[in-house]
């Protein structure tokens, strides 16, 4: 399976934006409410909530991507962000602000750096662990002619 590489940098933007809000507020429940967005785009990015969004307000409204990008490095980054955000929750919910500010807070970076540069640190990861143990991936696809 290959996505638009468009699609995970428009949901690491809306998870910075709760992110944002989860440090201000210190809300374990919306933590908690992004972990689980992260679970179900772990599991099958084409099914999770913001890769909808994506499709159906946004990529209506673009052009072809020119390339592709395989899906398991993408899964590998929401499954360590829901590692990071579950963590969080639980920190703010047992009263360790502390833990779940920077948990958090490291979540956003990595949210952020994808959003504003396009920078995938989880799928960066995911490529690295892929050489390493000589099974070498391609980050990018050519896009199929439309």
Do not use: H, K
């Not at 933590?31 to 307000?57: H, I, K, M, S």
């Not at 920077?102 to 979540?107: G, I, Q, R």
């Not at 050489?131 to 991936?137: F, K, M, Q």
Request: charged letters at 10%.
């Amino acid at each position: 399976m290959t996505l638009d590489p468009r699609g995970p940098r428009f949901a690491a933007a809306l998870t910075a934006l709760v992110l944002v809000v989860v440090l201000i507020t210190g809300s374990g429940w919306l933590a908690l409410v992004q972990a689980a967005v992260f679970a179900v785009t772990a599991a099958n990015p084409r099914r999770g909530p913001y890769g909808l969004l994506y499709r159906a307000l946004v990529a209506p409204r673009l052009g072809r991507p020119t390339e592709l990008e395989p899906a398991a490095p993408v899964r590998f980054a929401q499954a360590v962000g829901l590692v990071f955000t579950l963590v969080a929750a639980i920190g703010y919910l047992a009263g360790a602000t502390v833990l779940g500010a920077v948990m958090t807070a490291f979540a956003l970076a990595a949210a952020f750096l994808n959003a504003a540069f396009g920078l995938c640190l989880g799928c960066e990861a995911y490529l690295a662990l892929r050489r390493l143990t000589g099974r070498p991936l391609a980050a990018r696809v050519p896009a199929p002619p439309a």
